[in-house]
């Protein structure tokens, strides 16, 4: 009961800074830019853009799904799992464990997606044509599949139509700006209100709200191209390093999102809220 009021208040003081988040004037301004320059975007074009980036989410799950590095991962997650209970036999068993011990399971695929984005962005950053054009798709991909881990981390099947769009909107919400997270936090904490196998709500993912996140890649892929002429002893480092820590930093923050979501789900699931868990 302990570790559960201690979540909780580690999940309530990150809600506090996500509602507290002042947009900066500069940001303020972009957002004004943005908005007039969308607004002379024919409204068609506009649709079409948005509906292909959507078609881009769903495939790349649906990939995932299906793939066998995440099949692999879904067995190591429950070899994992059976160390705290041997009876473990499926990802809904992981409903028999404590909220520390899940949280256990989705730290071990943060850290390896945390890693594995540290590394790509460090291989985009050697300046190559080829991997800076497939920069942005592969971090989407990655950073999908440990949302995908992560839920699969608390019990969740992914396969479901219903947790399949749950974590898509995660991911979305974790991906946006942080002066727009504190909205889609509260989108999704309306998602959990009801436990469907059919997913009913608004199946529209990306906004212009989003496109925030394609725009910053383009801009850091732009810096790498310009950083790579840069070599120390024949290597282009600081082009490595804008690269690896931009990628490690967007993972870092859609993990940490993504791990906050899955636990105040399990915790709303057990009827704990901050008025209960003072008397915990």
């Known amino acids: ?63 995932l799904q299906g793939s066998s590095m995440q099949m692999e991962a879904r067995n190591r997650i429950l070899t994992i799992a059976r160390v705290f209970d041997p009876d473990i036999d499926a ?13 256990y399971l989705a730290q071990q695929q943060i850290s390896k997606g945390r890693m594995h984005s540290f590394m790509q962005g460090g291989m985009t950053g050697t300046g190559g044509i080829l991997l800076t054009g497939i920069d942005f798709p592969l971090l989407v991909i990655m950073n999908l599949r440990v949302v995908q881990l992560i839920g699969l981390s608390f019990g969740h099947e992914m396969n479901h139509p219903f947790e399949m769009m749950l974590s898509l909107k995660v991911f979305h919400a974790a991906t946006l700006p942080k002066r727009f997270q504190n909205h889609a936090w509260e989108d999704l904490m309306k998602e959990i209100e009801t436990t469907m196998y059919m997913y009913e709500g608004d199946d529209k993912l990306t906004d212009p709200t989003w496109i925030d996140q394609p725009m910053k890649q383009i801009g850091k892929n732009i810096l790498i191209l310009i950083a790579r002429k840069k070599l120390l002893q024949g290597i282009p480092l600081i082009s490595i390093g804008i690269g690896a820590f931009s990628n490690y930093q967007l993972t870092s923050q859609v993990t940490n999102y993504a791990l906050r979501f899955y636990q105040k789900r399990l915790l709303l699931r057990k009827g704990i809220d901050n008025e209960k868990a003072k008397g915990l």
Do not use: C
């Open 1 to 63: 009961m302990l570790s559960e009021k201690n979540i909780l208040k580690e999940i309530s003081d990150w809600e506090h800074k996500l509602e507290s988040y002042q947009s900066s004037d500069l940001e303020r301004v972009y957002d004004n830019w943005k908005a007039l320059t969308m607004n002379q975007i024919s409204p068609s074009i506009k649709q079409g853009l948005f509906s292909n980036l959507d078609n881009f989410l769903f495939h790349t799950h649906a990939y």
């Open 91 to 103: 990802i809904t068993d992981l409903n028999k464990l404590s909220i520390d011990q899940l949280t």
